[in-house]
């Protein structure tokens, strides 16, 4: 389940793509309040298991 700020977080991301369209864009992903062993398997581009 996502928070209101994990929600809004996204939804600017999504408006700002036509400001960062052709460039290189980094995001940081940041929080203690998630898993490590899901932020490891997310980061290695595979879904944690909830």
């Known amino acids: 389940m996502f928070s209101i700020s994990e929600i ?3 939804a600017t991301l999504v408006r700002a793509a036509s400001l960062t369209a052709g ?8 929080g203690g ?3 490590t062993d899901q ?4 980061m290695q581009g595979g879904i944690p298991q909830l």
């Open 23 to 30: 460039k290189r864009v980094g995001v940081i992903l940041s």
């Open 39 to 42: 932020f490891t398997t997310i």
């Open 8 to 10: 809004e977080q996204a």
């Open 33 to 35: 309040n998630i898993d």
